[in-house]
């Protein structure tokens, strides 16, 4: 299975400061024959399900406010919230989706400072 | 608008069943895949599998065969997760999500863009 790990657990970001959230993959999740990083990161406020946020490591969903960027290819990842709003405090994931079984990673949760 | 319904919360002794429900609407269920995602009290996310909605085919991750069963009723554009002889340790939210497009060449190869709002199985004496 491919194993995902994100760092940090959690951290806590003034309004309107930058918040990166890292996720690593155990192999890499870039298929070769279309060029694309099969991660997806998803958002998951108390009480609702995970929302997507980002696809393809870097497609951003429709919707999805533009201060949301996400980076990154074979391993290593990177999600961006550039200026952080009160609304962004939540768990956020990351997921591959390059082989069974699809794996999270445990999760980022992230608070205002 | 596309969503998932999902059924109501269910409180369970062990050893019963449990059938859960995640009814479609706003796109044509059988054009693609539908995923089943647990999460445990206060947990991350674990993917239990997926199912083919247009064959009936489904995958279940390793942890989730034997008790775990994915249905469909393509009549109604509903997905279901059965599962039985229930143990305290399945206690927890069970999400359906839309997966991706089926016809193309490997479709369960997808992120889950529209999730169901969960539904909770608790399972107690």
């Known amino acids: 299975d491919i194993v995902m790990t994100q760092s940090p657990d959690s951290l806590a970001v003034s309004l309107g400061e930058r918040a990166t959230i890292n996720c690593k993959s155990s192999?890499?999740?870039?298929?070769?024959?279309?060029?694309?990083?099969?991660l997806a990161w998803y958002q998951q406020k108390p009480g609702q399900p995970p929302k997507l946020l980002i696809y393809?490591?870097?497609t951003r969903e429709s919707g999805v406010p533009d201060r949301f960027s996400g980076s990154g290819s074979g391993t290593d990842f990177t999600l961006t919230i550039s200026s952080l709003q009160a609304e962004d405090v939540a768990v956020y994931y990351c997921?591959?989706?390059?082989?069974?079984?699809?794996?999270f990673g445990p999760g980022t949760k992230v608070d205002i400072k | 608008q596309v969503q998932l319904v999902q059924s109501g919360s269910e409180l369970k002794k062990p050893g019963a069943s449990v059938k859960v429900s995640c009814k479609a609407s706003?796109?044509?269920?059988?054009?693609?895949?539908l995923n089943w995602v647990r999460q445990a009290p206060g947990q991350g996310l674990e993917w239990m599998g997926w199912i083919n909605t247009n064959t009936g085919n489904p995958t279940y991750a390793q942890g989730f065969t034997g008790r775990f069963v994915f249905s469909l009723d393509t009549s109604v554009s509903t997905a279901y997760l059965q599962i039985s002889s229930l143990k305290a340790e399945d206690t927890a939210v069970y999400y359906c999500a839309r997966g991706g497009p089926l016809g193309t060449a490997n479709p369960g190869y997808y992120y889950m863009d529209v999730w169901g709002k969960g539904t909770t199985v608790t399972v107690s004496s």
């Open positions: 706003g796109y044509t269920f059988t054009n693609y895949a």
């Open positions: 192999q890499s999740v870039l298929y070769s024959s279309n060029n694309k990083n099969y």
């Open positions: 393809w490591a870097s």
């Open positions: 997921q591959q989706y390059y082989t069974t079984p699809f794996t």
